[in-house]
């Protein structure tokens, strides 16, 4: 899937798995759904109006409709090897209460013997996220990079409990480190998740940021502590992707700043909240194909006037 990137200038690129979902809820079942944590991610920045380059690899399977879907946000596709073989492919149902789910499937397929490589436009790129893959690819892809201002990194239990020398390694050549409040307290063996944070701040990163799905986050420095409060949907049709969708609008918004500092952060999380909260409003993302910027904007003004003290 190479789109050439010509002259088109990449202020940020993503790294992360391309998958075809099947999703189960107490409602409804959907299945053949663009997933996978790239597509969520480098859509949500889209929204930012950073320029966006995504790196990873799809099968034959995957479909020219969800490549096309994918570039009319404006996403740059060099990076995304095309391999023969099967596409990623994940199932899911979700417990009634929408929070917790049961995977019914996990197709890794060429996903199994990705090799990240950055087109050379890429590797300038001064804002960067390590999608939720294997730490040694995080580690591999990362080298290529040269010498970017902020780098974000997702991770997830799995990593935690068969690569943590290399999840520690890639920890400390970062700048932000996102989890939830469960992976926090397994990486950590603490409880108190002021205790989790300042002992991930340890490990080198100048950021935390620890997610609570409909309970908000919390994001950590050496100094402060900022809550970031989830923005109450009235429909949820479906979780997946959100977590993916929140960083991807956090970096995208961030790349588009240009400025890096405690006050640009916030801003960006809360970006971040709006854009979440727009994810699981539909399966996949749908959702977000479906909303203009304008409305984007609508529901950051709505949030921080929520959480307004005044």
Same mark, same amino acid.
């Given at each position: 899937?190479?789109? /050439?990137?010509?002259?088109?200038?990449?202020?940020?690129?993503?790294?992360?798995?391309?998958?075809?979902?099947?999703? &189960?809820?107490?409602?409804?079942?959907?299945?053949?759904?663009?997933?996978?944590?790239?597509?969520?991610?480098?859509?949500? #920045?889209?929204f930012a109006g950073a320029g966006v380059g995504a790196v990873g690899v799809v099968g034959?399977?995957?479909?020219?409709? *969800?490549?096309?879907?994918?570039?009319? *946000?404006?996403?740059?596709?060099?990076? $995304?090897?095309? /391999?023969?073989?099967? %596409? *990623?492919?994940?199932?899911? !149902?979700?417990?009634?209460?929408?929070?917790?789910?049961?995977?019914?499937?996990?197709?890794?397929?060429?996903?199994?013997?990705?090799?990240?490589?950055?087109?050379?436009?890429?590797?300038? =790129?001064?804002?960067?996220?390590?999608? %939720?893959?294997?730490?040694?690819?995080?580690?591999? $892809?990362?080298?290529? &990079?040269r010498k970017p201002r902020f780098v974000a990194l997702d991770s997830m239990n799995l990593?935690?409990?068969?690569? !943590?020398?290399?999840?520690?390694?890639?920890?400390?050549?970062?700048?932000?480190?996102?989890?939830?409040?469960?992976? #926090?307290?397994?990486?950590?063996?603490?409880? %108190?998740?002021?205790?989790?944070?300042?002992?991930?701040?340890?490990?080198?990163?100048?950021? $935390?940021?620890?997610? /609570?799905?409909?309970?908000?986050?919390?994001?950590?420095?050496?100094?402060?502590?900022?809550?970031?409060?989830?923005?109450?949907?009235?429909?949820?049709?479906?979780?997946?992707? #959100?977590?993916?969708?929140?960083?991807?609008?956090?970096?995208?918004?961030?790349?588009?700043?240009?400025?890096?500092?405690?006050? &640009?952060?916030?801003?960006?999380?809360?970006?971040?909240?709006?854009? =979440? &909260?727009?994810?699981?409003?539909?399966?996949?993302?749908?959702?977000?194909?479906?909303?203009?910027?304008?409305?984007? #904007?609508? !529901? $950051?003004?709505?949030?921080?006037?929520?959480?307004?003290?005044?």
């Amino acid at each position: 899937m190479k789109e /050439k990137t010509q002259d088109k200038k990449i202020d940020v690129w993503m790294v992360g798995s391309i998958g075809i979902d099947d999703i &189960a809820t107490r409602t409804e079942n959907k299945k053949n759904l663009l997933g996978g944590s790239l597509p969520f991610a480098t859509i949500a #920045a889209s929204f930012a109006g950073a320029g966006v380059g995504a790196v990873g690899v799809v099968g034959s399977d995957f479909g020219r409709a *969800f490549q096309k879907r994918w570039e009319h *946000f404006g996403i740059d596709l060099e990076g $995304v090897q095309r /391999k023969p073989g099967p %596409n *990623f492919r994940w199932a899911c !149902r979700y417990d009634d209460d929408m929070i917790e789910r049961t995977t019914l499937k996990t197709e890794l397929g060429v996903f199994a013997d990705f090799m990240p490589v950055l087109p050379e436009a890429y590797t300038k =790129a001064p804002f960067v996220l390590l999608g %939720n893959i294997q730490p040694d690819l995080q580690l591999h $892809v990362l080298a290529q &990079a040269r010498k970017p201002r902020f780098v974000a990194l997702d991770s997830m239990n799995l990593w935690i409990d068969i690569a !943590r020398p290399a999840l520690e390694k890639v920890i400390g050549k970062v700048d932000l480190v996102t989890m939830n409040d469960g992976e #926090a307290r397994q990486l950590t063996g603490k409880w %108190n998740l002021r205790d989790c944070a300042a002992e991930i701040l340890k490990m080198g990163p100048r950021f $935390v940021l620890l997610k /609570k799905g409909e309970h908000g986050a919390f994001l950590f420095t050496k100094r402060d502590i900022f809550i970031i409060p989830a923005y109450p949907v009235k429909t949820l049709k479906d979780p997946t992707g #959100a977590g993916d969708t929140y960083i991807g609008a956090f970096i995208g918004c961030m790349a588009k700043a240009r400025t890096i500092n405690t006050t &640009a952060i916030r801003k960006a999380l809360m970006f971040a909240s709006a854009m =979440a &909260a727009f994810c699981v409003e539909g399966f996949s993302t749908e959702k977000m194909e479906r909303i203009t910027r304008k409305e984007v #904007a609508c !529901r $950051v003004r709505e949030l921080m006037k929520m959480t307004s003290a005044t």
